[in-house]
């Protein structure tokens, strides 16, 4: 059953900014999200301190990098190829759950005193094992939750979540931390997985895939045949693959924090906080007027060159008040950025290569950021920490430009081009009647 084109149920200008939280299916996980991307960031930002505590190296801090980004590299094809072929739910339930394990072992292993350097590495590569599968399955479950008119105001919203939520995360961490220790943080990130977990078994909504009849092989070349052969596509992965290794990585803002700025762990907590805030505003921004722009291409070359130019100038700063303000604007830059791809790949993809477009998005982002963290423990000892973010900020404005002057495609991209996807998903709960509704607040 095909879900709704703009022409189907109205015309995408209707559509209020929190249209998709009508959709029971999408409130209930959205909300779950919320809860659990809280517990993610404050786990990320403990674990950075704690690596950097135990080894006091850049470089170590950056090979953690390496251990996140192997199992991505290795099996994020494999990942995005069985996300199509399977229930997508269950699948992302299993993931949820087996990070809900690593957490607690963590946690367990910190608040014994029996933590070691070796532990958060190990940790990191089972975490990257599971994330193969969690994100491509997140990715392609979400245009079976809401109708496809109010796709991009889901994803728009999704950015308000995965952004917005650094706000609380790394701030609740760094007053953990300096209360209770990093223990603290690991145990209420495993607490947090429950919300998604129960949220799973209570939707509706159906992804089943296509099954596992072919060889999975197979599947991998057919996903990587489709996205080299779709310009636009391509062209975002092109830059997203570019920020990854040369954009802001945690790393970076604990070096920073530390050894720039001098403010601590608090202060990586406030740094982190203020990219959430600058995320927080450039997310409601972009749900007030993503269903009026006309031409989003143009939206996410913009921002692409904002974040680069931000960025760059917040490796030259050594003044606190400024570099929160610079690290805000990259915040809120790539938040846009980020929703307005994502919008070009589900729009684009249809839904039985979405699991592989995802998976093949995943590793080019979650594969190569860990990369540019360990890009970033090399560079950092020899042409320092502002260098090396001045130097990646230039190259990410850099590329992004290149991408529009080869493939004009990325900036004229517009939804209303888009024509429907027949093969997606139909939301189970949403009647004719809700569905003409969908343009007034939302039922929270």
């Known amino acids: 059953m095909s879900s709704l084109s703009p022409d189907d149920s109205g015309s995408n200008r209707s559509v209020t900014p929190f249209a998709s939280l ?9 909300v779950a999200l919320v809860i ?22 850049p470089f170590q801090l950056g090979l953690n990098g390496v251990f996140r980004a192997f199992p991505t590299l290795c099996l994020g094809l494999f990942g995005g190829a069985l996300v199509d072929r399977y229930e997508r739910k269950w699948i992302l339930l299993f993931a949820q759950m087996g990070l809900m394990l690593l957490a607690f072992i963590l946690a367990i292993l910190d608040q014994t005193g029996l933590i070691e350097v070796w532990h958060i590495y190990t940790v990191t590569i089972f975490g990257g094992i599971l994330g193969t599968v969690e994100s491509p399955a997140r990715q392609a479950l979400l245009p079976s939750l809401v109708p ?22 790394p701030a609740l961490a760094g007053i953990l931390i300096a209360v209770v220790g990093t223990a603290g943080a690991f145990f209420t990130n495993g607490v947090s997985f429950l919300a998604v977990v129960i949220a799973l078994f209570l939707i509706h909504a159906s992804s089943p895939g296509t099954g596992g009849r072919d060889d999975i092989l197979k599947d991998i070349r057919e996903g990587l045949r489709y996205v080299s052969t779709q310009k636009t596509i391509l062209g975002v992965m092109v830059m997203e693959a570019t920020s990854a290794l040369f954009g802001l990585d945690s790393a970076m803002l604990t ?30 921004l972009l749900v007030s007027t993503i269903s009026r722009v006309r031409v ?25 008040p400024l570099s929160l303000f610079l690290i805000a604007l990259v915040g809120a830059a790539d938040v846009v950025w980020g929703a307005t791809r994502n919008t070009v790949l589900q729009l684009k ?22 990369l540019g963290q360990t890009r970033t423990g090399m560079a950092v000892p020899l042409i320092g920490a502002g260098g090396t973010a001045f130097l990646g900020g230039v190259l990410v404005a850099a590329v992004a430009l290149l991408t529009v002057w080869r493939t004009p495609s990325v900036a004229l991209f517009s939804i209303e081009d888009e024509k429907t996807d027949h093969h ?8 004719a009647e809700s569905i003409s509704e969908l343009g007034g607040p939302p039922r929270v």
């Open 22 to 30: 009508r959709c029971r299916d999408f409130r209930l996980f959205w």
């Open 36 to 57: 659990s991307n809280i517990g993610t960031w404050m786990q990320m930002t403990a674990s950075s301190w704690l690596l950097y505590e135990l080894t006091n190296s």
């Open 148 to 169: 496809r008119r109010l796709l991009p105001n889901a994803i728009a919203l999704n950015s308000l979540l995965w952004k917005g939520t650094v706000v609380l995360g």
């Open 255 to 284: 070096i920073f924090a530390r050894d720039i700025l001098q403010i601590g762990p608090s202060g990586l907590g406030f740094l982190q906080s203020a990219r959430g805030l600058g995320a927080i505003f450039g997310s409601a």
């Open 296 to 320: 989003q291409g143009r939206v996410l070359v913009v921002s692409a060159i904002l974040y680069g130019t931000s960025f760059a100038l917040f490796g030259l700063s050594t003044y606190v």
């Open 349 to 370: 993809s249809p839904d039985a290569m979405r699991g592989r477009v995802m998976g093949i998005f995943h590793l080019t982002s979650r594969g190569l950021h860990p």
């Open 424 to 431: 997606a998903p139909q939301p189970r709960d949403l009647s």
